[in-house]
């Protein structure tokens, strides 16, 4: 059985009508009136078990023995695993590349709201027939003799070419979260710290997953005019007393930080399971908070994705947070922030907070989360941060030239 969505006088609902639907397994028919197999099929599998096993590209990438050639965007919600996916096929036979732009999914839109100057486009479509050419057809291209990574490093607005993924050239380094009296908001005292932290009290928020986080741009995917995607301004989500805001001092001197992005949270819920949100966002001079990429950690899947496990009510507990990848120089004069909470809304669907079984929950209720900053529970995002680049080197050499 297939949807018919063509049917005379079928109209497309309101997208908020079947992304806060529950229970999960009816979704399909509150947005279209009629029954998706297809979604019914995910929702008999909420957990990563053998029938996602067996349909897996990432598990079954070793069996790819053909050059492969992908194109994404730090703003495109498949950037993560075309880089991902270009990891695991570089140790297998055959030529592999990956180019990365400051793009969306459609690797060609410009934003309305941020401009990676005149070098941010590329042409995709020329090097892909070159790679056609090469491969399928012996022509001569210049692609075999190419770095195998390139990607587009946004703040310093230039393209790099790379040898490998991610960059063995950098430092993990943590900055720590920490508030004198409290992060909840932008008006809040949140810190983000290269030192250690000292005793501090836990930072606390209401989440309740009738009134969640808004998304706000980002990785996300496919159409702007329902879901905008890319950079965008983040403070009217940074208002909100349920989001915690952490941000570094002004910053010195050119910071890049290109690579995975994670977040380690300690963390206790008075519920049985909730979310917890990770957001780096690179701050202007002028208040601009300019979101980079984001991630978040369902409770229940924090130790396995396979074998799914409830909290203990007020117990803490360690959560590693996947926040995605980048390529961003944060600028002189610059700040780095991180935004915690519970939702991102709809990059993310929202959590009941009940543990009840998710396909088939159809209540939710309000929780309290609590993030801890002591000592004994350094709660921190590490940064992949480059110590020297090409960029760096010419902004010193043309500053000495001067």
């Known amino acids: 059985m297939s949807l018919n969505l063509r049917a005379p006088g079928f109209k497309t609902p309101a997208f908020e009508q079947f992304t806060r639907h529950l229970p999960l397994r009816t979704a399909d028919r509150a947005a279209t009136g009629q029954t998706s197999p297809m979604w019914q099929k995910a929702a008999d599998h909420p957990a990563d078990d053998s029938f996602w096993q067996s349909i897996s590209v990432r598990d079954q990438i070793r069996k ?73 057809k012996g022509r001569t291209t210049a692609l075999p003799v190419a770095p195998p990574v390139r990607i587009f490093v946004m703040g310093a607005n230039e393209w790099r070419d790379e040898r490998e993924w991610p960059l063995a050239r950098a430092k993990p380094t943590p900055f720590y979260l920490g508030a004198k009296k409290s ?3 932008l008006g809040g005292d949140g810190e983000l710290s290269r030192n250690a932290p000292k005793k501090e009290e836990p930072d606390r928020f209401v989440f309740d997953p009738r009134n969640p986080a808004p998304t706000r741009g980002g990785a996300v995917c496919c159409n702007p005019s329902v879901f905008p995607w890319g950079p965008l301004d983040q403070r009217p989500v940074e208002q909100r007393a349920d989001v915690l805001v952490y941000s570094s001092s002004v910053l010195k001197k050119d910071t890049e930080v290109t ?23 690179d701050v202007f001079p002028d208040g601009v908070a300019r979101n980079l990429t984001d991630g978040m950690l369902r409770a229940r899947y924090r130790k396995s994705l396979s074998k799914p496990e409830l909290l203990k009510p007020g117990e803490v507990t360690s959560f590693k947070i996947d926040a995605g990848v980048t390529s961003n120089v944060f600028l002189k004069g610059h700040q780095i922030r991180i935004e915690v ?17 998710l396909n088939n929950n159809r209540r939710s209720q309000a929780v309290e989360n609590t993030i801890y900053l002591d000592t004994k529970h350094p709660s921190r995002i590490i940064l992949p941060v480059i110590i020297a680049t090409l960029f760096s080197i010419r902004r010193s050499s043309a500053a000495k030239a001067r």
């Open 64 to 136: 790819v023995r053909v050059p492969s050639m992908s194109f994404g965007g730090w703003y495109d919600n498949f950037a993560q695993s075309d880089l991902e996916a270009y990891t695991a096929l570089s140790v297998t036979p055959g030529f592999h590349r990956v180019v990365i732009g400051p793009w969306p999914h459609n690797m060609s839109m410009m934003f309305a709201d941020a401009d990676f100057g005149p070098h941010s486009s590329a042409a995709v479509r020329t090097m892909q027939l070159d790679w056609m050419d090469f491969w399928l």
């Open 183 to 185: 992060a909840n908001g």
């Open 259 to 281: 690579g995975p992005i994670r977040v380690v949270l300690y963390v206790a819920t008075s519920a049985p399971d909730t979310d917890f949100t990770a957001k780096l966002v």
């Open 341 to 357: 909470s519970s939702s991102n809304f709809p990059r993310f669907d929202v959590n009941p907070n009940t543990g009840e079984p």
